[in-house]
């Protein structure tokens, strides 16, 4: 068995008394999720996840990491993934998608994100979050 770890956040921000959240649409598959990403040798959790958050999304964050949710699957045969979400809170709001993975990149009311987010974990990890923002 495969084992792989990437790290991420739920980007937020604070805007017009809304609480928005940072989702990403994947160019290969089409669906939305959060800014995530391998973990590179010598990282921790926090530095990954706040590389890969600017890579695929242009946005500088500050992590926090007493939020840390774990979502484990199998992505294909004989792999089993295991990712970490951090809350994010944005330090900036010019949105610039990573050109060769990223199709779009938007802020969504965190009410309305359900709805767009392909999977259930991540529907529920936005539940977690909105209990943890507020």
Request: hydrophobic share 35%.
């Amino acid at each position: 068995m495969l084992h792989e770890k990437s790290c991420g956040g739920i980007v937020y921000r604070k805007y017009h008394g809304n609480t928005e959240i940072l989702l990403i649409k994947h160019i290969n598959s089409g669906h939305w999720s959060f800014p995530k990403g391998h973990v590179e040798r010598g990282e921790t959790e926090v530095e990954t996840a706040m590389r890969e958050i600017k890579e695929e999304t242009g946005i500088d964050v500050l992590i926090d990491p007493t939020f840390r949710e774990l979502v484990t699957y199998s992505p294909k045969k004989d792999t089993q993934k295991v990712v970490v979400y951090f809350i994010a809170r944005a330090k900036n709001g010019s949105l610039v998608p990573q050109e060769n993975e990223i199709a779009e990149v938007k802020w969504v009311e965190i009410n309305l994100a359900a709805e767009l987010l392909a999977y259930d974990n991540d529907r529920c990890i936005v539940n977690k979050a909105k209990r943890f923002i507020r």
